[in-house]
């Protein structure tokens, strides 16, 4: 019983972490490939989202009673000129508010791509992308299929930030 806690030189060396697999040449490419494809897919969900413009802009028309309304041939009552013209300012609002966040999380996972970092993220954006059809369909199964190659998330594994 006198024996002394063992030391750092006492204890065994610990076993070697197994070696990632090297990002190959095709892999590589194909990243690079998929964050410039994210870069358009955002531009033409950031377009699509900016034609509900056109409802945002009919709405305060509607409001401002510029655009006449008539229901049954009859002008219709001030108040539902207003509960439409609201109604289409929200929605449309709406529809221009998430399609832009959209686009800009598109925008924000081929940046991630290029930098091989936040993979999470990728998957995640990969998986609501495909929602645009159908070029974020397209976009979001490949990089799906590339996102899921062990080599690539060892990679993006190594350009992990660490936390302490």
Not at 35 to 44: E, K, N, P, T, W
Not at 73 to 78: K, M
Request: charge should be positive.
């Amino acid at each position: 019983m006198d024996a002394l806690p063992p030391t750092a030189n006492d204890l065994p060396p610990p076993a070697p972490a197994p070696a990632a697999p090297l990002l190959t040449a095709e892999d590589s490419n194909h990243l690079r490939l998929l964050s410039i494809f994210h870069y358009v897919v955002a531009g033409l969900a950031a377009v699509f989202a900016l034609i509900f413009v056109f409802h945002i802009v009919m709405g305060v028309l509607m409001l401002n009673g510029t655009l006449p309304m008539n229901s049954n041939g009859q002008p219709t009552s001030l108040q539902e000129q207003r509960f439409m013209g609201w109604m289409f300012i929200v929605m449309g609002g709406g529809i221009v508010s998430c399609g832009l966040a959209l686009a800009a999380c598109i925008a924000w996972a081929g940046r991630s791509l290029q930098q091989r970092r936040r993979y999470l993220l990728c998957l995640v954006v990969a998986g609501v992308s495909c929602l645009f059809t159908p070029f974020g369909t397209v976009l979001g199964v490949f990089t799906l299929i590339v996102l899921l190659r062990p080599q690539v998330k060892a990679a993006f594994e190594a350009n992990a930030p660490t936390r302490r």
